[in-house]
């Protein structure tokens, strides 16, 4: 069986994205950053345990707050649609311009959410740190310890309310200060603890040798069908990209008036965007890893 939910090599997910977001920034054109809003979307709901539905909920919220504000503070376009009154220091015209504008905007920033939240719900978190590891060591080791010293504080912090309700400490009835009164004591065993627990990983670090000498890395397996699918999909993506910021398909005008959406360079760009993703999202969810060698 192929590796599954979190456990896909990183570099095919990361080299995706990256490429992804490069077009979400450098494009302007409506179509295109609709289609690559759509794709990121379904490359995130198709992480395994369905990970994105709450970060889908606030990148949508933001999204809707981008596509309502660009009118209000825009004050741009010729093609006037209706007139609201507003306070003199935000715009009452809505002008066609200023809302394709706004979609654009709202487009880029479902993209980039959509694409970030993928990329931690596909990707396995301890390769990656460990990529991270080969060029800053030590950025990655403090960031792996904080990711595991934080459950075990929550933990901690559990136990400690627990004991306290225990002794009649009241800590989830009361006024919300007053609580929080209740609550500002048990804070130093939570400090305490976590200190204790960070002296032993310290102790046993240094126990194993850390920083003695030469590091060890665990063998990396080979990808799979599904990852060397993603990367063959990210490198045709990459130069259709390269190819439309070359001859400026990624260039867009709103204003005065709008440039045309529907171009052959956008559809063809846009729809190269859709099917990476989409194909991306098929070939690392399907549950055969063809081609996996175990490592030795």
Same mark, same amino acid.
Not at 33 to 51: I, R, S, Y
């Given at each position: ?33 609709? *289609? ?37 503070? #825009? ?21 066609? &311009? ?45 960031? *792996?310890?904080? *990711? ?13 309310? &627990? ?39 310290? &102790? ?6 850390? +920083? ?7 063998? &990396? ?48 760009? +846009? ?22 060698? #175990?490592?030795?």
């Amino acid at each position: 069986m192929g590796p599954m939910g979190g456990d896909r090599a990183p570099m095919p997910i990361v080299l995706l994205v990256l490429v992804a977001g490069i077009l979400a920034f450098t494009s302007d054109q409506p179509l295109v950053l609709a *289609a690559l809003a759509a794709g990121a979307v379904v490359f995130l709901l198709a992480a395994p345990g369905h990970p994105g539905h709450l970060v889908l909920i606030g990148a949508l919220v933001s999204a809707a707050g981008v596509l309502i504000l660009t009118p209000l503070v #825009s004050g741009q376009g010729d093609l006037v649609l209706f007139t609201i009154p507003m306070p003199p220091l935000l715009n009452g015209e809505i002008t066609a &311009e200023e809302l394709g504008a706004g979609a654009s905007a709202a487009a880029r920033v479902l993209a980039t959410v959509a694409l970030a939240a993928a990329l931690f719900a596909w990707a396995d978190p301890d390769r990656m740190l460990a990529g991270v590891g080969r060029v800053a060591p030590r950025s990655a080791l403090v960031s *792996a310890i904080a *990711a595991r010293l934080v459950p075990t504080l929550r933990r901690d912090a559990r136990a400690i309310s &627990e004991t306290a309700r225990l002794r009649g400490i009241v800590l989830t009835t009361g006024p919300r200060m007053a609580r929080a009164r209740r609550a500002a004591p048990l804070a130093l065993p939570l400090v305490g603890s976590a200190l204790e627990r960070g002296l032993d990983v310290a &102790e046993a670090m240094a126990a194993r040798g850390y +920083g003695e000498g030469r590091r060890t890395r665990l063998p &990396e397996r080979r990808m799979d069908i599904g990852e060397r699918t993603t990367l063959a999909l990210t490198g045709i993506l990459a130069v259709v990209v390269g190819w439309a910021i070359a001859i400026g398909a990624t260039d867009f005008s709103f204003f005065p008036t709008m440039g045309p959406i529907l171009t052959p360079a956008s559809i063809a760009l +846009g729809a190269c965007a859709l099917a990476a993703l989409v194909l991306a999202a098929l070939a690392l969810g399907h549950p055969r890893g063809v081609g996996r060698q #175990s490592a030795p």
